[in-house]
């Protein structure tokens, strides 16, 4: 009874109880309820503005630790960036200077990037430019490793290839170097046996009867046996690259036609066969056919022992090649 | 509420007005305000369980990105990484066929050359030992007038032309060697890359493509320069005075003349492989008194006391020399 309240009707002048139709009431609390709903959007608006919902805090909470990881993983990138460098170094300076290739254009290492957007799909979030960095440098350094990796490919080949040239080159003295060195390539006015004027195409080694003789490079015997040319017992050796070595007036051949040698092979005992004027070893080298001057392919360079350790050195490498 | 609103009061039988005080008033407001607010948490936490807001729904949309990023990156490492360990392999296999040594760490890789204090000693040391110690044999002689197999006025006339000499002595590297990339083989007993067996190496390699650049370490004359197809193939000897000369050989041209006076740091020639040489590189070897000395000692003016002790390692490391 207390909450019951009364308005005074002036015109019959009486309190009159307030009863509400059903109908106010209930415009009443539809108002109310519109109302506190309005000021539950303003809250809730001011709210999240001011804290964000547990939910949004959550989720944010979530991006940073993402970020966090993304910054650990960045440090990996660069990680493999360094790496990368120093293998492009080693390329560019070490490597293919020695094999005398030339470096890979600093152009075609990052060729495949820039062009169309690819990374539209990366557009449009808060933290797009970190998404678009970490996938562009990912992408950068797949690339960088696969350019790389094909250059070291190339290189090993080459490598390879630079070990057998050296193998095989024509390098040593075919006899010790206790013994001296006789007549050169020159044109000789007189000749020691038909005495008329003729270009001497060899390198004269003076050698006393049944001295050794060694392959001065890998190669495949291609003729060994007799010359009907003044050279008596002969060797020829094929090294590749157009370099024929010949061994001739010998005494003792020890290796046949076809046969393969490694430089350091005992081929031959010297002797005086063919038109030779005394016991020594006519040498000659031959590259695409022409004739070279053989004093351009050893030096004078060590003592007797050190030519004989090379020689043991050269003979136990060839077990293994 | 528009109209006066009475309320029976059962004490004294009369309708007393209702008065709201500016208390009751306040508290009303209070009320209803704490109301909607209780209201306004219901019903959000209502909508909340059902609904994303947009801010909720864009941060939502973040996360599941990055994540799918993330393992796409993550996945890539892995493979890269697998290349990477690859691609070590085979350079440290090449080194190794190439050079005939154990591969060093590159201070990339390492992060750095050790601690700076070890080489303390070496710091502020700018003179080659050769000055002090001709600078404390003079003082020795000044005071002692002690007369060596040298005459007395040759070593005066060694004090007077010490800064000469200073400019005279070889001091810098003779090709550019950034990061002593291109340090080969040095000084000493070395794998002969033809005959191999350890054979003495009067000098030091560096490695480099044809046509680099070769730079006189010192002031000086041109002595000597050869053609030759063997040996040091084509070479130059160039005489610094003070006793001391430096080669540089296996080069593919010259760019001086017999006679010549040069400046450190002119160009002389260029890098070959003329001789009994196996690859392109310079060959440089550094004669005091005629005899072959270490040149790695005389690099002073171009590297610090850390690249000083780095060059020693890369260059002593037991190896195939290119000569």
Redesign the interface.
Known sequence: ??N?????DLADVQ?KL?ILHWKVKLLRLILWFS???L??????TVF?NLFG?P??RM??Q??EN??L??SL?GR??DN?M??????R??DD????????MD?IPESYRHAGFGGVDRFRD?RG???SDL?IS??SK?EE??NL??V??ES??T??ER??E??RE?DHQP??SPVSVEFRLGDGYRFREIHPVYGTPRMHYGQDFSVPYGTDIYATGDGKVIESGWNSNGFGNYIVIDHGYGLHSTYGHLSDIKVVKGMNVKRGDLIALSGSTGTSSGPHLHYQINQFGEHK?P?????N??SVE?YN??IQ??GS?SKFR | MPRTKYKFNPDSLSFDRVRLGVKAILLRFLAYFIGTIIVAVIYWVIFATFFDSPKEKALEREVAQLTIQYDLIHREMVNVENVLEDLQKTDDNLYRTIFEAEPIPATLREGGVGGVNRYEVLEGYNNSNLVIETAGRLDKIRKKIYVQSKSFDDLIELAMKKEEMLRAVPAILPISNKDLTRTASGFGLRIHPIYKIIKFHSGMDFTAPAGTDVYSTGNGVIVSIQSSKRGLGNHIIIDHGFRYTSVYAHLSNFNVRVGQKVQRGDVIGFVGNTGTSVANHLHYEIKLNGTNVDPVNYYFEDLTAAEYVRMIEIASKTGQSFD
Do not use: H
Request: hydrophobic share 50%.
């Open positions: 009874m207390r019951r309240k009364y308005v005074l309190y307030v109302v506190s709903v000021m539950a959007v303003f809250y809730g999240e919902s939910k949004k989720l944010s979530q991006v993402l970020k990881q993304y993983i990996q990138l493999s360094v790496c990368l460098n120093s293998f170094l080693s300076i070490r490597y293919r200077p020695v094999l005398d470096a990366l979030y808060v933290n998404l970490f996938r990912i350094i797949k490793a696969n790389q990796d070291f490919k290189i090993t490598s390879a630079w070990k050296m390098m040593i001057n004093i351009n392919f050893f030096n360079d060590m050190e350790e090379m050195a050269l490498i």
